[in-house]
Structures are given as C-alpha cells and as structure tokens.
C-alpha cells in the first residue's frame, strides 16, 4: 500500500512539473501578444521599380511633406517617396503603404516611430473598428484599412493591413 502510494505521488509530481510552462521564450510571441513588425536587410536598397516587380498593384503615390494639421509636424519625416497598393499574397490581397528613405538606418531613425503610430497591435484589431492611418493627415489609406504590422526592409517601412505577415509574403517576392 505505502509502495503504490509514494509511486503515486511521484507520478502526480512529474505529471504537475511536466506539464508546467517554462520561463524560456522560445516563441514570437511577447506578452503584449503576437509579433507585430521586423527589421531586416539593412544592405539592401530598393527602388519603386523593384516595388512594382513584387506585385503591388494599382499604386498611388502620396506627398512626402505632409503634416498633421493639430501638430503642425511632418507625418513621415524624411521619406522621399510613398505609395499606396494592394498585393496578392498567400492571404488573399492586402493593402500595403511602402514609405521610402535614403538608407536603412533613416527608415529605422526616421521611420519607425510615424509606422508605430499608425499601427495596431494585432490583439487591437477587432471587429471593424478604424484605426488612426495616415489618411486622417492628408497622406495614405483609407480610414477603414487597418495597419496590423509593419516591417523595415533595406531603405523601407512597409505598412501592412491586419498582419505582419502580409509584410513578409511582399518582401519575399522583392527582387
């Protein structure tokens, strides 16, 4: 009786101690939920052209020197070009806002803090509720569109409706 109650208890431990989370963060995934922007090939410079050979389709260019009308500051400060279009990725077509600077570290210096500000973290991105784009200061996308992720490739900010991903599947067909 004492054998098979002690084998017992040995197994509940293992049982209680193997089933339990570990502090390691093997995961993409933060507390604050799922992995919302990337940075990546900070040698590499692209051009609207290579933007067009990935499939962005009916493109828009918007002014670089737009600026919030309460603030008076630049939207995208140092950017020389943006545009607006939708690709056809593995999830079906997403709208997709490329934001061009002079070299990498200006698309990090320069571009990330104005992609944070118009993009949701994916745990906000519910129902459909609008989020602040850059439509709301005279430059981007439609108010309804919303900006799940983003991503900073070579000398771009990449700005992705509802998922990170649909930065990654644009950048994979970069040239």
């Not at 995208?76 to 990498?104: C, M, Q, W």
């Amino acid at each position: 009786m004492k054998k098979e109650l002690i084998i017992g208890l040995i197994l509940s431990t293992l049982l209680v101690f193997g089933c339990g989370s570990s502090d390691d963060d093997s995961s993409a995934q933060s507390d604050d939920g799922p992995k919302y922007f990337e940075i990546m090939n900070a040698g590499k410079t692209y051009s609207m052209d290579d933007v067009k050979t990935a499939g962005l389709k009916g493109i828009k260019n918007f002014k670089t020197d737009a600026v919030d009308k309460k603030t008076g500051e630049p939207i995208t400060p140092g950017a020389t070009d943006i545009a607006l279009g939708f690709f056809k990725g593995p999830s079906g077509p997403k709208d997709i806002e490329v934001r061009f600077y002079n070299s990498h570290q200006e698309a990090v210096d320069l571009g990330q803090a104005p992609a944070e500000l118009v993009t949701d973290k994916p745990s906000n991105l519910v129902g459909n509720s609008s989020v602040s784009t850059l439509a709301d200061g005279g430059v981007g996308m439609k108010g309804s569109t919303k900006f799940g992720g983003y991503a900073i490739n070579g000398n771009m900010v990449i700005l992705c409706e509802r998922e990170l991903q649909a930065c990654l599947d644009f950048i994979e067909k970069l040239p």
